[in-house]
C-alpha cells in the first residue's frame, strides 16, 4: 500500500475513528511499519488495522489497548501513542504478517438487513407465498435473519415506526436479534414502508452461498469479524455481538463454493409452493466483470424454469444496471447503493427499483418502481 493510500484513510477516517487516523498518518511517514504492512500486498488499509486490532486482542494489558475504546480504553492519541502502536507491531511482526498473508476484510454488518427487510416483505407480498432465501457472498451468514432481527425505522418529521424482534414459541431459552435503527429518507411514510415491514415474514428455507463461508459458532470467526470493527464504534459491536449470539442458537446452512458453480442447486432445493430469492448485498462489485455476466446469465436461466425473484443491494453499476439500463453515475457523487427486485414469473423477467440505501446500513429511501 503507497504512502498516499495510507494519507488517503487517514482523511477518510478522521470523521470515524481519531485512533486509525492518527495511525494512517503515522504509518505514511513511517517506513519500518510500511514494511511490515507490505506483507499484504496492495490491498486495503483496513485490513492492517483490523489484523493489529486483532493481535491486540490476545494481548489486552498491552499499552497500545488503552488507546482502543473496543478494550475498554479512553486514551486519545496524543504524543505517546507512535511509540507505543510502533513498539507493538514491531513486536508482533511475525503475527502480524502471517495474518496480513492469510487474512482478508469479510465484514458482516447486519445493519444491511433493515435495508433488505422491506425488499423481501415486497416479495412475499407480491408472490403470496413463503419464501427461501439464498444469499450470495454470506460471510457468517448474518443477513439471512431478517424475520429475528427487531427494526426501528424514523422518518424525516421524527416519527418512528417500531417492529420488535420476535420471541419463539419452542420452549427452549431465546436469543432475540439485536434492533436495528435505521433512517427513512425521502418521501416514504409509516404507511407506505409498514405493510412490507410489519407483517410476518414467512421464510421456509435458509442458506448462504461464499467462497469462505464463516462459521459464527467458531471463536476465532467471531474474533476476526469483531477485529474488523473500527474501535470507536461502540454500537456496531454490541450489535454484531447480538448477531452473532442469535446466529449461533439458530444456525443456517452455509455452502463453500462459487455462486455460479453451485446457485443452481441451492434454488433447486426449494420446492413450490416457495418460491427462491436468492438477494445479494455489496457483493457482486467484489466480482469480475466475466464473473458478474455469467451470474446475470445463470440467474435468467434459472428464473426461466420457475417463479424465482433476485434482490440486489448493490451500486446500479454492478447490481441493478446488470440487468437494465440504468443512468450513469457520478463517481464524485457521495456513495449510494440501489435497492432492488428483478422478478421472474411464468419466465417473464421484470425489473423494479425499489429505493437507495447508505453504505453499512447507514438509511433507506423506500420508492418502489417497475421499470
Known sequence: MSIDGFRRFATDAAGTSPLY??????????????????????RHVALFFAVVQRVLADHPDDPLAEYYASFGGDRAPDGELAGVFES??????????????????????????????????????????????????TSAGLLLYPDRYGYEYEFADGSVLECPPPVSSDR???????????????????????????KELRISSRVGLD???????????????????????????????????????YPARLRKGDAVDILAAAVGKVAAPVVPCVFVSNTLG?????????????????????????????ADSVGLGLFVERPAEDPSAPRVESVAAVLYQ??????????????????????????
Request: aromatic residues 6%; charged residues 25%; proline residues 6%.
Open 21 to 42: 487516523a492518527a495511525l494512517a498518518d503515522q504509518v505514511a511517514g513511517d517506513a519500518r511499519l510500511r514494511e511490515v504492512f507490505e506483507a499484504a500486498g496492495d
Open 88 to 137: 507493538f507491531v514491531l513486536g508482533n511482526r511475525d503475527r502480524i504478517e502471517a495474518l496480513l498473508v492469510a487474512s482478508d476484510t469479510q465484514s458482516n454488518e447486519p445493519l444491511r438487513a433493515a435495508q433488505l427487510r422491506p425488499a423481501f416483505g415486497w416479495a412475499q407480498a407480491g408472490l403470496g407465498r413463503p419464501l427461501g432465501l439464498i444469499e450470495v457472498g
Open 172 to 198: 427452549r431459552e431465546d436469543v432475540l436479534g439485536p434492533v436495528l435503527r435505521c433512517p427513512i429518507r425521502g418521501a416514504a411514510t409509516a404507511k407506505t414502508l409498514g405493510p412490507f415491514v410489519t
Open 211 to 249: 467462497v469462505n463461508p464463516l462459521n459464527p459458532a467458531d471463536a476465532e470467526t467471531r474474533a476476526w469479524l469483531r477485529a474488523q470493527v473500527w474501535p470507536e464504534e461502540a454500537d456496531r459491536l454490541a450489535r454484531l455481538d447480538a448477531a452473532l449470539a442469535m446466529a449461533v442458537r
Open 286 to 314: 467484489h466480482f469480475d466483470a466475466e464473473g458478474r455476466a455469467a451470474f446475470v446469465e445463470l440467474v435468467r436461466a434459472l428464473g426461466s424454469r420457475q417463479d424465482l425473484v433476485l434482490v440486489l443491494k448493490e
Open 346 to 371: 411464468a419466465g417473464r423477467e421484470r425489473c423494479f427499483s425499489l429505493g437507495t440505501a447508505g453504505p453499512h446500513g447507514a438509511w433507506l429511501e423506500w420508492a418502489p418502481a417497475m421499470l
